[in-house]
């Protein structure tokens, strides 16, 4: 079937597969791209503020007010429609692919049905504009705006009517309650993590999606459909199917109208050939590469304007538009460096998309961007062959041009990835912008499998947001449903169910502490535990009780998402939904699955070792002297905080089993909790094991652990080793740290897992620099390792930005799952990077 | 057969390096060495027995901790020297190296340089990383101080490495009798060596040997065909000038008759100072001001240009592939 199988001439981009970039070399706004226009555009939508915008808040609000009693769905998409037949359009300079979010470029629009109060409350009490980070500025206009419908949406959205039916112990261990688990994505924004079925819309177009919508309407038995649930979603999906052709539409006629006035004929040329796309792809399938392009970007831009949800993601980018750059490239239709210039003008508009997070989010997940629009490049095709394309060198390169951090690229690796592309990629990940990340086909496909995909399926995965693999245009995975501390189990697990550090400053102490409670059940005494098989036993008893109820919070979040906020334009674009007549939200798509990811490996596994040798082994430390060193955040303690920091002790991340059993003990109980157990749409839990950057706000909510952590100090964050403040527990390097985490079981963490890594650029230099990056992913995709990501930057260069931020303000790094520019990030999120073991072999 | 069971001193055992041989490379570094380079970065490998290192930023106080004061065998008349409530250094002559405050130290502030490792538990330790050694073409490399002052445990572990179908590299001074090299030599797969100076009298300055035996058998690695890389460590004032790179590159045309694999310009870097002080070593370079990065880096790459004039494989830095 695919056209690579039958090719016989090797893909290749537009430069030599081993061109060389400079090493570490993240800066975007540098000139970079060989296309001027590519630059130009580049730098000008580095140059204006972040604002905040009124418009789609107010029409979903007209809307609702209007059709209030209109069925849910419906209103949902007469909301929808509202937004894109009334929302301020434009087109600007140097552009050629059209399309906003509901807002001018670089401004959030607001989403009243999924929260609304702490927008309110931030933007009286706590200015964007006066953030240390994630600034954003807000017109007088749109604040009043914004004001005038604050009443209407009191009780109504979705996070105070899930607060409002969890009880106490539903809330007492999440972001709500003691933090130690976090709902707060899904709680207070939407779901999104998914793909779009493109292959579907570029062969039917949206009067190919309208057709199977009335097939369905017209053959619907109404006596299988006694209360209207499926018209009443055929309907809605109608709705806003043809209020996305009238969205492409008024772009058409706003690119006839600019075109008219414009003075210079290529600028008037291309107008023209942005308004044809525009009305042409409105209604039918795209016939060229440039029309599938318009149709993919603003199609997506429509369920980010739907959804609120980020990882909306493009998935295998170099599959679904090859097709199209074949027929241009033989027809004559357009140039190679036509279609290279078309790829990163249409990356720089992902930088467009912009979503306002509230300022506690911000502190763990800075950053500006909509978050989790990723590609994914490379892997092996549905029948299991290499399918690297032309495409696949291109986008790589475009990433090296433009280094923008968007759109999120992932490439998959398998056994037979042509040479050809490790190197590409590797050189790509030198310059340093934390570009690409690297997945496992070895990994991935098994554990694809095991979550019940099919074969095909699994074959054709793609990677959603940061790390989770997804079966696109098929899925809704809530992959984010939840980050869960399980360092904070260990800590339970060995003090009876009682957090350690329990006194009046926790804002439970009222409800908790003071009522002589304790948050989890009683599991027994350390002191008391006849040997360290009773703490792996205790943390055993309390995961089970805490993923339970981390659990029953999730569902309650699923069934109010299914009952305020259907999603029929987006049910259109996944499969099942129209043939099920049931929405995406309530289980129409193929698979469902539910996501939520353990963190803190490290942690646990440190402080199990420790544990383990200090007071069981080597009896050096009693438990109860461990407990008052841990309540006393070390204090007077220092020699065993000391040791428990030094290579004196088992760590995980040095290829030393007696770590790493522990570490794998800890996830495998996680997963083994949570996997397989149902959920309301028909599908499944499916474990992670990555914190992406929740490490910094989990660690933020407890207090000292026996691995040697001070109280609030991040948690160690996805698969890495542990690194305090007094230092780091990995002394091994790089290939012990492969070793250590490939012991793990990624195939069984379903939903994903994630390794980041960090070079000094002097290990990565030269071609045997760049040769040994290659060995050491192979190595650990050999493994099984499912995913790597890379920052190749000096201790220094990050020390250098922290003092000098003017000098370093597009310097991007890699977070967890994506990259953002240094300088923007929260404080604790850029010593959490610093603090990253940072390889170097001098 | 080989002697599993032989016990040798090592500093340390460094997986993933990659600068000392081709590949992904674990590193074995043994204690004592012939040479004492003004400019060594490896101090703590200098001497053949084990000693203790002191580093009093990480000492916790002694109000707090104090485990080293208890442990010291000497009592009252500690070896250990403390000062604002922090172990400062050791004092060497009373020190019988029995190793018991670096054991008791939990903060690391007291560290054991050169612990007692038999073949086996080298070889084990080399295993590990097999799979890296396999995709990158890396192997292990024994290094120092210079191995071959612990020849014949050196020995053993080369052999039982090359058991296992391990590529080795030795590194070494030189400085040492022939005929041992002989004895070596067939379980070796690549020779690292330094040529630090041409003129015998200068080399004993700064080395505190004559260069004689180490060209001698320099000449002789290279008559034998071994696999050989050279390297010059380029000290900028000490033996960077082009005279003496002139008599390098003659040396290397003449006696070796160009048989290298590559030669190696290295830049000077003032690594090892930390070191000198935990060990109580007094540094040759410690008022040295190394010049600006700009300068010394055009400096090398020039050096490399006249070297590659005489047709040498010269390249500067340790990260290109030998074309050989």
Known sequence: MTLQSARKEKPVGITPFDREWPVSDGHMGKNTSPFPRVNRFINRVLEGEFTVDHQRASLVTEAYQKYEREPQVIKCALALANVLDNVEISITEDELIAGEMAAPMKAAPIFPEHSFSWVMDEMKNHPWHKRLHDRYYISKHSAKKLREIES?????????????????????????????????LYMYGGIGHLQANYEKLFARGFYGLREEVLEKLESLDKHEDPAGAKENFYRAELITIEAAIRYFQRYAALAVKIAEKEKTPLRKQELNIIADNCRWVSTNPPRTFFEALQLLYLATTIILIETNGHSVSIGRFDQFMEPFYRRDIESGEATKEDIQELIELYFIKHLWWTKLRDRLTVIANSGRGMGGDSITLGGVDREGNDATTDLTFMCLDAIAHTRSGVPWVAVRWHEQTPWELKVKTANVIRIGTGQPKVFNDQAAIPASLRAGR???????????????????????????????????????????????????????????????????????KLAEFSSFDRVLEAYDRQMEYWVDLMIRGIEIMDRVHQRLKPLPYLSTLIDDCTEKGIDVSAGGARYNFTGPQAVGVGTTADGMAAIKQLIFEEKKVTAEGLLNALENNWVGDEPLYALVNSDKIHHYGNDDDYADELAKFATDTYCRHVENRPNCRGGKYLPGVYSVSANTALGLTQWASADGRVA????????????????????????????????????RAANGTLLNWKFSPSCVTGETGRDNLIALIDVYFDRRGMHSQFNIVSRETLENAIKNPEEYRYLLVRVAGYSAFFVELSKPLQYDIMGRTELSFD | MTDLNKQGYVTNIQRYTIHDGPGIRTEVFLKGCPLNCKWCSNPECIRPAPEVGVYPDRCIGLDKCGFCLSACPAGEISALKTENNRVMAINRGSCTACLSCAKACPANALITWGKLYTVQEVVDAVLEDVPFYNKSGGGVTLSGGDPLI???????????????????????????????????????????????????????????????????????????????????????????????????????????KNRVLQVQLLPYRQLGIEKYRSLGIPYGMEDFQPPEREIWEKNILSLAELLKTYGIPAVAGSSSRPSG
């Open chain 2, 150 to 256: 612990q020849w014949e445990f050196s020995l053993a572990i080369l052999k039982e490495c090359k058991e296992h179908g391990i590529h080795t590299c030795l590194e070494t001074e030189h400085h040492i009798s022939p005929g041992i090299l002989n004895i070596v030599y067939p379980s070796v797969d690549l020779v690292i060596t330094d040529i630090k100076h041409m003129d015998p009298q200068k080399h004993r300055v700064y080395t505190g040997v004559d260069n004689k035996l180490i060209l001698h058998n320099i000449a002789e690695t290279a008559k034998k065909e071994m696999p050989l890389v050279i390297r010059i460590p380029v000290i900028p004032g000490h033996n960077d000038s082009r005279e003496n790179i002139e008599a390098t590159a003659r040396f290397i045309v003449g006696s070796l």
């Open chain 1, 152 to 184: 209407f949406w009191k009780g109504k959205s979705i996070d105070e009517v899930v607060i409002s039916e969890m009880n106490e112990d539903e809330l007492k261990g999440t972001n709500i309650g003691r933090g130690f688990y976090l709902l707060n």
């Open chain 1, 712 to 747: 609030l100090e991040p948690v160690s964050d996805c698969l890495g080793p542990v690194h305090t403040w007094a230092g780091s527990h990995d002394t091994k390097g790089p290939s012990a740290i492969a070793k250590s985490v490939t012991k793990l079981d990624h195939i």
């Open chain 1, 454 to 524: 099919t074969l095909e399926d699994s074959r054709n995965y793609h990677v959603v947001g940061c790390v989770e693999i997804d079966s696109g245009g098929k899925e809704y995975g809530w992959h984010d449903a939840a980050y869960f501390n399980i360092a904070k189990i260990l800590e339970l697990a060995i003090n009876d169910g009682r957090c350690i550090g329990c006194g009046e400053h926790c804002d439970r102490w009222e409800n908790c502490g003071e009522m002589g409670k304790r948050l989890g059940p009683q599991t027994g």
